[in-house]
């Protein structure tokens, strides 16, 4: 078996047609799509499904979009769905949660991961850029940057421009292209990548990220989630976890921060549903700074 995942045919000429029907009934085995069968307690896992999904496919498929990239440690682009690209030239039924792509992969943008064909992570990375959701795109594409050695990173950031170059289907470009600027590797969540997204998108201009605020001997003090620091605005993300039970030691570092001249504004979970009091205190700590603000680009999705 293949990561927990092998063909009915497999498993009949292995267990025989009796013990295979036992193990079905038993849960040890799952039918998960026609003609294929994963290990009960392994139905979930990416790995296995991706395998099980390749099997039901046949010869040509190649792991592609968001379970690319999740084959290659993002787990922001976590999905149950697993992603296949099979030739022109063969058909395959739909199945639930099996979505194919039709098209031709370059053999240059196909690499073996335990087994698997899966697509090379910056084609993946540039096929979402054009083609996901702008928040979730975003975080996929953090997280991989920021798996990429920091010597490195630059290399990475100009093989995803090279891809939408010369990508074929020209749609989502525009999108991609917009993307690609913002993408950074010293974002530390999820979340974070959709509030950068989302004030972006909201007008205000690219903040830093991560950046360091340091004493008068250069050491330093805190590290800010997105600043602009010529204005001295930093915007917090208050994870839960990361936040729970730490209201006094928060309390101390806002007023420590605001001593050094800097305005905070928090956003949380629900702000990133409902962003409007998190725009308008920026809009506000801006114009008191004298900052510019420029008007609503595109949904942040």
């Not at 979402?128 to 050695?149: E, H, K, N, R, Y």
């Not at 891809?163 to 749609?171: G, H, I, M, N, S």
Request: some cysteine; glycine content about 8%; charged content about 25%.
């Amino acid at each position: 078996m293949l990561h927990g995942a092998c063909t009915r045919e497999h498993a009949m000429a292995t267990l025989g047609a009796y013990r295979v029907r036992a193990a079905i009934r038993a849960g040890a085995l799952v039918p998960l799509w026609p003609r294929v069968l994963v290990r009960g307690p392994r139905q979930l896992d990416p790995w296995t499904r991706a395998a099980a999904a390749t099997l039901t496919v046949g010869a040509g498929a190649v792991l592609w979009g968001p379970t690319a990239v999740q084959l290659h440690g993002s787990a922001a682009a976590r999905t149950a769905a697993v992603h296949v690209a099979v030739p022109y030239n063969r058909w395959s039924r739909p199945q639930h949660g099996l979505k194919i792509r039709h098209g031709r992969v370059r053999t240059d943008d196909v690499c073996q991961l335990r087994g698997l064909s899966v697509v090379i992570l910056e084609v993946a990375i540039g096929e979402l850029l054009c083609t996901a959701s702008p928040g979730f795109a975003l975080a996929c594409a953090d997280q991989a940057v920021a798996a990429q050695p920091s010597e490195q990173r630059a290399c990475f950031r100009a093989a995803i421009a090279e891809f939408l170059a010369r990508r074929t289907d020209r749609r989502g470009l525009r999108q991609a292209t917009a993307l690609l600027d913002l993408i950074s590797g010293d974002v530390e969540s999820p979340r974070e990548s959709w509030l950068r997204l989302l004030v972006v998108a909201a007008g205000f201009p690219q903040p830093v990220v991560q950046h360091p605020v340091c004493d008068l001997d250069g050491s330093p003090v805190w590290r800010l989630d997105m600043v602009w620091p010529d204005l001295r605005i930093a915007l917090e993300y208050d994870g839960y976890e990361a936040h729970l039970g730490r209201a006094v030691e928060d309390q101390a570092r806002d007023e420590d921060l605001h001593r050094r001249g800097w305005v905070v504004v928090h956003a949380r979970a629900a702000d990133l549903r409902n962003p409007g009091r998190v725009l308008d205190e920026l809009t506000a700590a801006f114009r008191r700074r004298g900052g510019t603000v420029g008007k609503w680009r595109a949904a942040a999705g």
